[in-house]
T-cell receptor, first 113, second 109 residues
Framework: EAQVTQNPRYLITVTGKKLTVTCSQN?????MSWYRQDPGLGLRQIYY???????DKGDVPEGYKVSRKEKRNFPLILESPSPNQTSLYFC????????????FGPGTRLTVL | QKEVEQDPGPLSVPEGAIVSLNCTYS??????FMWYRQYSRKGPELLMY????GNKEDGRFTAQVDKSSKYISLFIRDSQPSDSATYLC?????????FGDGTTLTVKP
């Protein structure tokens, strides 16, 4: 089944404890992206990648890191999480390098205490 | 001011109604215009995308883009209770995506 998977789906952690949210797609898509969704603020792009080894900042990259070492994976790293990073996170991928046909994962709900 | 402004809603309509969802934008460099549907506790699902001014139809859905006015719309004909969801407009420029805040639609039987 063609899909974008995210792990974990739910995570509660404490301030300052490094964490990684994994994202994997099995569709051989060129483009991948991370978003956060907050009430009243909508869906905001964190980082995106149009190809392996190429990543670019979205609108809210502060406090996040990403890497794209292989086509299928695009992990999101929070080196020192803070409570303002409590959010619902979505990973997405697109077969088109421009990213205009994005297929979203199920989301990861992160709580930072 | 946000680059993409979406009519906030919420919107409540009777089954069978025609629904109009609207967004305006300020960045002339946007290349693609998309509409997503998001059900509660799920990831957004792409409905349609277009890149030029004009209309694009897919079943009961029609996406309209007016680049001169920087305005996009999604029309839903013969709305069904299963269309009840939050609808997000999105625009993309060289991979960088900007979403509207969403309009929540309820279609009552």
């Amino acid at each position: 089944e063609a899909q974008v998977t995210q792990n974990p789906r739910y995570l509660i952690t404490v301030t300052g404890k490094k964490l990684t949210v994994t994202c994997s797609q099995n569709m051989n898509h060129e483009y991948m992206s991370w978003y956060r969704q907050d009430p009243g603020l909508g869906l905001r792009q964190i980082y995106y990648s149009m190809n392996v080894e190429v990543t670019d900042k979205g609108d809210v990259p502060e406090g996040y890191k990403v890497s794209r070492k292989e086509k299928r994976n695009f992990p999101l790293i929070l080196e020192s999480p803070s409570p303002n990073q409590t959010s619902l996170y979505f990973c997405a991928s697109s077969r088109l390098a421009g990213g205009h046909e994005q297929f979203f994962g199920p989301g990861t709900r992160l709580t930072v205490l | 001011q946000k680059e993409v402004e979406q009519d906030p809603g919420p919107l409540s309509v009777p089954e069978g109604a025609i629904v109009s969802l609207n967004c305006t934008y300020s960045n002339s460099a946007f290349q693609y215009f998309m509409w997503y549907r998001q059900y509660s506790r799920k990831g957004p699902e792409l409905l349609m995308y277009t890149y030029s001014s004009g209309n694009k139809e897919d079943g009961r859905f029609t996406a309209q883009v007016d680049k001169s006015s920087k305005y996009i719309s999604l029309f839903i004909r013969d709305s069904q209770p299963s269309d009840s969801a939050t609808y997000l407009c999105a625009m993309i420029q060289a991979g960088k995506s900007t979403f509207g805040d969403g309009t929540t639609l309820t279609v009552k039987p």
